[in-house]
């Protein structure tokens, strides 16, 4: 846990200083309301439990990380509310496992549809931004033991409280630039979160 805030620490404290320059000519006030539209790219990292239909078999799963991606939507109602709705796709998570009497690896793919409600602190030419959702998607596991044992393949579709923030600042009057943590309290996972670098269009 102190590791992850180190890394929203000095993530949000990189993306103020570069930033602030580039809003000199521009703040979120000139669009206070509005649609807007965009897409990230970040980081999703991954401390597993166990998996389901073989709990008992594994003792020591190793963490991960991968490349994840989003695309959003979202309107402002008020320069400090409004909603989002996104896809995103977590990547594909593998690794290896320690089991008794075996060991092997694991793949997860974790994708789906997330609705949030945003809210925001205009700080100047800079917003900090909180959000709580919930994330919609579908779990693909595949399981591969060394011999001996069986492989094993589960699909799952699933729900779970999603929430997040972080800080934004608008460029050249319709660019909003990113820069988030977001934490997934996904079942059969110690920890899954997300740090991200977005880009919107507000309208």
Avoid: C
Avoid at 115 to 138: A, Q
């Amino acid at each position: 846990m102190k590791t992850n805030l180190a890394r929203v620490a000095s993530t949000v404290a990189l993306s103020v200083a570069v930033m602030l320059p580039l809003t000199s000519h521009a703040d979120s006030r000139d669009n206070p309301s509005g649609v807007y539209v965009g897409a990230g790219v970040g980081e999703f990292n991954t401390k597993i439990k166990h998996f389901d239909d073989v709990d008992n078999e594994i003792q020591r799963i190793s963490d991960d990380d991968d490349v994840a991606w989003k695309a959003f939507v979202g309107y402002r109602f008020l320069p400090y509310l409004g909603v989002e709705a996104a896809y995103i796709d977590f990547g594909k998570q593998s690794n290896d496992f320690d089991a008794t009497g075996s060991h092997g690896n694991y793949r997860v793919k974790m994708r789906g549809f997330a609705p949030s409600l945003i809210g925001r602190v205009p700080l100047g030419p800079v917003e900090l931004f909180g959000k709580v959702g919930e994330y919609y998607y579908n779990l693909r596991t595949k399981v591969d033991f060394d011999a001996p044992g069986p492989d094993i393949e589960t699909k799952h579709s699933r729900n779970d409280f999603l929430w997040g923030g972080g800080v934004s600042a608008v460029v050249l009057s319709r660019v909003e630039l990113r820069a988030e943590y977001e934490k997934l309290e996904a079942k059969n996972y110690k920890d899954a979160d997300a740090f991200w670098l977005n880009a919107a269009w507000r309208f």
